[in-house]
């Protein structure tokens, strides 16, 4: 069974910076999976902000990130990184951790497995 397992959350002040973790563990092949981050704010809809092929070369970003979020992996530790520089008050919500096969990288169908989040707080 694949557990995700996601830290780093917390509260700054806009333009500051965040380094979300999720780690990764369980019965499956790593290099053939998707990892992605997801976010969700009250009353909003799931968003997918990251993602990337474990093992591969492709990364994917929501328009909304792009420039200020980074996907990231380290093999030896079976953990994935966002890390969040110049956040905005927008960039308040749950973050969650997914991986799976998805039909695209950035929507939820596809992803099975889920962490239980870590709240992001900006504020100003």
């Known amino acids: 069974q694949v557990q995700l397992v996601e830290s780093g959350g917390g509260s700054v002040e806009a333009g500051g910076s965040l380094r979300l973790s999720c780690a990764v563990s369980?019965?499956?092949?790593?290099?053939?999976?998707?990892i992605a981050w997801f976010r969700q704010a009250p009353g909003k809809e799931r968003e997918g902000v990251a993602a990337r092929v474990i093992g591969g070369l492709g990364t994917y970003y929501a328009d909304s990130v792009k420039g200020r979020f980074t996907i990231s992996q380290d093999n030896a530790k079976l953990t994935v990184y966002l890390q969040m520089n110049s956040l905005k008050p927008e960039d308040t919500a749950m973050y969650y951790c997914?991986?799976?096969?998805?039909?695209?990288?950035?929507?939820?169908?596809?992803?099975?497995?889920w962490g239980q989040g870590t709240q992001v707080t900006v504020s100003g």
């Open positions: 369980g019965g499956y092949s790593y290099s053939k999976y998707y």
């Open positions: 997914a991986a799976g096969n998805p039909v695209q990288a950035l929507l939820a169908p596809g992803y099975k497995h």
